[in-house]
């Protein structure tokens, strides 16, 4: 897809061995928050751009204290570097509060959000201060968009960091990824001090959670793109100890981007490769598994063109809602909402003629949807960060 080279881009040149490389979210405990107001545009209620006049993207969505959001990615318009982190605070109904950009003379970028109270802390990767290549890095900003400290962690290799939760023993942990290859998990203390890390071997993971039960879960793939990848899920306890895996899928790559506790379980999206009439096609992976992650069943969603789910919830009334991109003309941001089973009820594509797409959604508690990305048909710069605020059905169409 033409967004995933220009995702790749931002690890260059090393990370391109993993082409699937970062289709994450952030880490709420529930996926529910608050809705703002508006008006209704062919179910839209409202679209808000954010950036400057090079490029910004944002992967991840949080709620923050005063009700509003709070959204973390990368600016290429303002900062110390040629990239840095992008924290960007936003109200009820997407006006920007503030914006704050954190980072050294290269490359930075946060993939994962951790909102507690007035502090923000961040995590992604840093080619600016490390021990080789690119580092995994977290950095925590407090309400008045000001860096209180920052830290990295890795090796000679390629390392970063998805996701950032809170532990259970009052550390926190990161999602990481280690040595180029492998998956992993980095506890720190509250100022981001390394206390252990744990590697769980060949693969790559998108997603970290903290359980319902606390104990930690990863989601990815295992294997390389190379000789073939299964998607994975992996409990792991609160002294970061294997509990159990699972894999998933039957081609030869296939990977969860995303995954959120549900009823019964999990359920999970990522991408899984189905053979068409005349060549391969890149569908929606959409799986449901109990917990212990015994499959209890999955579906390829797609069409004609290539598809990916990148975000995935439950929705109030047990159904699911995933997010991501389509591949037309251009990229386009895509929604597919299901029944509790996993079968489509409706679909809706987002976007214009340039590329766009969708990386994270929460459910506000009057039923509708808050989907954050980037856009590069709006805004004023190259692309900007994207947050759409929409109904919770698509309406019905006008009768001519």
Same mark, same amino acid.
């Given at each position: ?39 209704? +545009? ?16 944002? #992967? ?5 204290? +005063? $009700? ?15 990239? +840095? ?12 509060? %503030? ?11 946060? /993939? ?36 209180? %400290? ?6 000679? #290799? ?85 509990? %159990? ?13 995303? /995954? ?12 899984? /490769? ?22 209890? %069943?999955?579906?390829?969603?797609? $069409? ?9 919830? =439950? ?23 299901? +029944? ?9 594509? /987002? ?11 929460? =459910?506000?508690?009057?039923?509708? #949807? ?31």
């Amino acid at each position: 897809m033409k967004k995933m080279t220009h995702y790749l881009r931002i690890l260059m040149p090393t990370i391109l061995l993993v082409p699937a490389l970062i289709f994450l979210s952030c880490d709420s405990e529930n996926g529910v928050i608050p809705g703002g107001g508006g008006g209704s +545009d062919q179910g839209t209620e409202w679209s808000k751009t954010f950036g400057g006049p090079d490029e910004e993207e944002v #992967y991840c969505l949080e709620e923050t204290a +005063d $009700g509003g959001y709070a959204m973390a990615g990368f600016s290429r318009s303002n900062g110390e570097g040629d990239q +840095d982190v992008y924290i960007v605070k936003v109200g009820n109904g997407g006006e920007l509060g %503030w914006e704050s950009f954190v980072g050294g003379a290269q490359d930075d970028a946060a /993939f994962g959000l951790y909102v507690n109270g007035g502090t923000y802390l961040a995590a992604g990767y840093t080619y600016s201060d490390t021990y080789g290549s690119a580092d995994a890095w977290l950095g925590m900003v407090n309400e008045d968009a000001i860096s209180v %400290w920052d830290n990295h962690y890795g090796s000679e #290799y390629i390392d970063f960091a998805h996701s950032i939760v809170d532990g259970v023993s009052g550390d926190l942990i990161l999602g990481v990824n280690l040595n180029g290859d492998s998956l992993g998990i980095v506890a720190t203390n509250t100022s981001g001090t390394e206390l252990w890390k744990k590697n769980y071997g060949q693969g790559t993971a998108f997603k970290l959670i903290r359980t319902p039960d606390h104990y930690y879960m990863l989601g990815g793939y295992v294997g390389t793109p190379e000789t073939g990848t299964d998607a994975v899920l992996i409990k792991i306890d609160s002294a970061g100890d294997e509990v %159990w895996r699972q894999t998933y899928g039957n081609t030869d790559n296939d990977r969860i981007d995303n /995954f959120a506790p549900a009823t019964g379980g999990y359920i999970f999206t990522g991408t899984i /490769f189905d053979l068409g009439p005349e060549n391969e096609m890149e569908n929606i992976f959409l799986g449901k598994v109990d917990p212990e992650g015994t499959l209890l %069943w999955e579906k390829s969603l797609g $069409g004609q063109q290539d598809q990916n789910g990148r975000a995935v919830i =439950e929705t109030r009334d047990g159904g699911y809602l995933v997010v991501g991109m389509t591949e037309t003309t251009s990229t386009e941001g895509y929604v597919v909402k299901t +029944d509790s089973s996993g079968t489509p009820e409706w679909n809706r594509t /987002f976007g214009g003629d340039a590329d766009d797409g969708f990386w994270d959604v929460k =459910e506000t508690l009057s039923g509708s #949807y808050l989907i954050a990305g980037y856009t590069n048909s709006e805004g004023s710069g190259l692309s900007d960060a994207w947050l759409v605020h929409i109904l919770s059905e698509p309406p019905e169409p006008e009768e001519d």
